[in-house]
T-cell receptor
Framework: ETGVTQSPTHLIKTRGQQVTLRCSSQ?????VSWYQQALGQGPQFIFQ???????GRGNFPPRFSGLQFPNYSSELNVNALELDDSALYLC??????????????FGPGTRLLVL | GENVEQHPSTLSVQEGDSAVIKCTYS??????FPWYKQELGKRPQLIID?????GEKKDQRIAVTLNKTAKHFSLHITETQPEDSAVYFC????????????FGTGTRLLVSP
């Protein structure tokens, strides 16, 4: 196991609702990246947090937002849920250094179903 | 934009055979290439990775090769076993700026006993 944890494991919401997903990074890591994995697809990059600041964003609308806390854990918030938001949400923890950062270790994911 | 193509989408082999999965990337600034194995309902697990200053890397039955000129990299699994059955994803990333992994579409590998 990677030491990266996520909560909750499963979640069911209805359209228009809001959801918060949580991720605890591996000890010693300072960067958390969030990915959305639709059924049968590869993970798609949502955004990344480094030292409590957003450090890059993929092609996701502003209703996807996040936070990183001083202990490097992170939250993903999604407002105004749509049916297409149903997916597995993965966070990945890594250690970024001055020369770059490489290996990302994934948490078990939160499976979100929007009805 | 950045894109990673992966082939084949499904691969069926007999136990003991070799399996090869190929990926092509578009971003010439990519210099880190990990491979993840994802079993049904589980997290992607890193199985091997390679950096652009290396052409080949091997770890027991798993090897990865990289051709930077052609922007190709491949995963090779020898002596396949039923427990190798899973979905395999390749990915590419720049080693500067933020750490965005661009994933391929996945290969479902089925190893039959």
């Amino acid at each position: 196991e990677t030491g990266v944890t996520q909560s909750p494991t499963h979640l069911i919401k209805t359209r228009g609702q809001q959801v918060t997903l949580r991720c605890s990074s591996q000890s010693g890591h300072n960067t958390v990246s969030w990915y959305q994995q639709a059924l049968g697809q590869g993970p798609q990059f949502i955004f990344q947090y480094y030292r409590e600041e957003e450090n890059g964003r993929g092609n996701f609308p502003p209703r996807f937002s996040g936070l990183q806390f001083p202990n490097y854990s992170s939250e993903l918030n999604v407002n105004a849920l749509e049916l297409d938001d149903s997916a597995l949400y993965l966070c990945a923890s890594s250690l970024a250094t001055r020369t770059g950062g490489e290996t990302q270790y994934f948490g078990p994911g939160t499976r979100l179903l929007v009805l | 934009g950045e894109n990673v193509e992966q082939h084949p989408s499904t691969l069926s082999v007999q136990e003991g055979d070799s399996a090869v999965i190929k990926c092509t990337y578009s971003d010439s600034a990519s210099n880190y290439f990990p491979w993840y194995k994802q079993e049904l309902g589980k997290r992607p697990q890193l199985i091997i990775d390679i950096r652009s200053n290396v052409g080949e890397k091997k770890d027991q039955r798993i090897a990865v090769t990289l051709n930077k000129t052609a922007k190709h990299f491949s995963l090779h699994i020898t002596e396949t076993q039923p427990e190798d059955s899973a979905v395999y994803f390749c990915a590419a990333k720049r080693n500067t700026g933020f750490q965005k992994l661009v994933f391929g579409t996945g290969t479902r590998l089925l190893v039959s006993p």
